[in-house]
C-alpha cells in the first residue's frame, strides 16, 4: 500500500506504532513483513526479531483473553434467560463452564413423553421448559432450524438438570422410529429422545465425549489412583490427593477426640454433597459447621471406590508371606518398596495418620483391632474364592498385616516420609514460579492494556492532526427510536466518534457521529461488554465484543474527550 492508501484505511505506520493494541494481528504481520525484506546477518535489523515474537506473545494473549469473555458472555445471556436458575448451585459464571451445544430433547416417563430445550454443558445437562414465545416441540417445529427458539426475547423456565460426573449412557436402537438413548446416575434413570436419527447421534457423541473427559480430568470417586495423580487437573505435582490430606488435616486439627470417630456415620447428604463437588472438579473447604463424622464418611468411601486396593490384591500372598517370618519387617519393607510411588505415599500418609487415632483411643474408644476393621479391607483385599474358612483367614491375615504396618511405623515408612517431605519442597518451589509467572504474565497484560493511555498524546500531540483516526472497529449500537441493536463500523477522532455501515465507506460522510465534548464514558449493565456515552440530551449505547475491546474503546474514548 502506498502512504496514502494506508492512512485512508487507518493502517499508517504512525497510527500502528503508537497504537499496537488497536491492531496486533496487522502489528505481527507488518514485523514479520519486515523481517523478510531485511538483509540477512544485518544486526541493525536483528531487534526486530524480538519484536516480532513480542507482537505474536501479544496477540496470543489477546486472542485467549477474547476467547474466555466470548464464552462467559454465551452463558450470561443464557443464565437471564433461565428464571430459577438462580436459585440452583449451578454456576454459569465459571470461567471453567462452556456451552457444548443446545437443542430440543424429550424426557419420556412411562408412556408420558415431556419435550423439554436443553442446554449440555461440560458439567451439566440443562432442561427448561419455555415460559414464552413458544410452548412445545409442535410450535417449536414450525419456526424451523430453532433460530426463534433461540432468539433474546425467548425466555426459559428451569426444569431440573443432571450432573454428567455421576452418569452413564446407554445408546438405544431405533425402534417403532423413537430415537431414544438413557442417562443414569445410579439413583436416578432418564430416558431421553431426540427427534430425529441426526439429532440423536450428534447428543449421544457430544454426551459420551464429555462424560469421558469428565472421568479423565475432573472425576475423583471411583478413579484408578494413578489416573487420579497423574491427569486429573488438581492433582498434578502431587503425591497424594488434595482432598484427602485437607480432610484429614481438619480432622488432625480438632475431632480426634471424636468418639466413633470412623465408626459412627456421618450424614448420607452431606457426604453425597461433598463427593458431588469433587466429582465435578471443585474444591471443598471446612468449617465450624462441617460435620467430622461426615468427613470421615467421606474418607472411607474414597477407599471403597478405589477401583484396586492401595496395596493391590496381586500382593497379597507376598505380604501375608511375611507374616510369621522372622525378617518379617525386612521383608514387608522390600514389598512397600515395590509398591506404585503413590501407592506408597498414600499408605505412609494414612497409617502416620492411624497412629495419631490410635493414640487418643481413651477419648475416640477406636483401638487399633477396630480402625483395622474399617479400614484394613480398603488397603488390602484377601483372595474372596474359596470355602468360608479359607476366607475368613485371609480376612484375618488382613487384619494383621495393618497392625504391623501401624506397630512398625518409623522401619517401614521413615524414608517415604523423608522423600515425600523433599518432594513437597520441589513442589512448593515449582509452585513459586508458576505464581511468579502468573505475576508476570498479569503485570504484561496490565501493561499493555495500559499502553492506552498514551492515545492521550495522539490526541493532544501538535504534530498529528486532530482528523488522523485514532481507532476503528466493529462495535453495535443501540437505536434511539426502535430500541434494536445493529453493527456499524465506528471511527473514533479527536472530539468525535462516527459511525458507518461498513470499513470502505469511512472517506464518506457518516452515518451518525458523537461529538465528544463535555461528555461522560462508562462501563454499562444493560448489556455484558457494553458502555455509554453520555451528553447533554442523550446516551448513546454502545456494546463491543468482549471485555478486553470494551476496555479499549473506553480508554480511547476518553483520551479524546474535549472537556
Known sequence: KTQEQMDSSGCSLETLLSCPLQRPAQLECFI??????????????????????????????????N????????????FKRISGLEQTSINLMDSNC???????????????KIDHYCFLFNMYLIYVKAQNVLQSLTDIKEFGNFNHMRAENARYRYCG???LHRVTLQDLPNTDGKNCFILADGQNKYTMMADSHKAKSDWVFDLDRTIATIRRTKKVFGVPLDQLMVVHENEKGRDIPSFLEKSISYIISGSLLLEGIFRISGRASDIKNMQDQLDQGKEISFNQETDPHAVCGLIKLWFRELPETVIPPSMFEVFSGCLGASDCINRMK??????????????????????????E??????????????????????????????????????????EILVDNYEPLFHNIEERRKQNKVKLLQEQEQI??????????????LSSQENLGSIANSQVINVDAIVKQGWLSKKGAKRRNWKTRWFVLRFKCLGYY???????????????????????ATSKPFSFEIEIRDRTYHICAKNAIEAKEWIAAIESCIEN
Open 334 to 359: 522390600i514389598n512397600i518398596d515395590k509398591l506404585p510411588f503413590h501407592n506408597q505415599c498414600l499408605l505412609q500418609h494414612m497409617v502416620k495418620f492411624f497412629q495419631l487415632v490410635i493414640q
Open 32 to 65: 514479520e513483513e519486515l523481517l523478510h525484506k531485511t538483509i540477512r546477518g544485518d544486526n541493525e535489523f536483528q531487534p526486530l526479531k524480538l519484536a516480532y515474537e513480542k507482537a505474536k506473545e501479544m496477540n496470543e494473549v489477546l486472542q485467549k483473553g
Open 161 to 163: 438438570h443432571i450432573g
Open 435 to 448: 505464581l511468579k509467572r502468573e505475576r508476570e504474565e498479569r503485570q504484561r497484560v496490565e501493561a499493555i
Open 98 to 112: 462452556m456451552l457444548i451445544r443446545e437443542g430440543v430433547l424429550s424426557i419420556v416417563e412411562e408412556t408420558t
Open 501 to 523: 455501515r461498513n470499513p470502505q465507506d469511512i472517506n464518506q460522510p457518516p452515518k451518525g457521529k458523537i461529538i465528544l465534548a463535555n461528555c461522560k464514558v462508562h462501563i
Open 361 to 402: 483411643e481413651e477419648s475416640n474408644k477406636m483401638n487399633k483391632r477396630n480402625l483395622s476393621i474399617v479400614f484394613a479391607p480398603n488397603l488390602l483385599s484377601a483372595p474372596q474364592a474359596g470355602d468360608t474358612q479359607t476366607v475368613s483367614l485371609g480376612l484375618e491375615s488382613v487384619y494383621k498385616i495393618f
Open 67 to 78: 476467547e474466555l469473555s466470548q464464552n462467559i458472555a454465551k452463558n450470561i445471556e443464557i
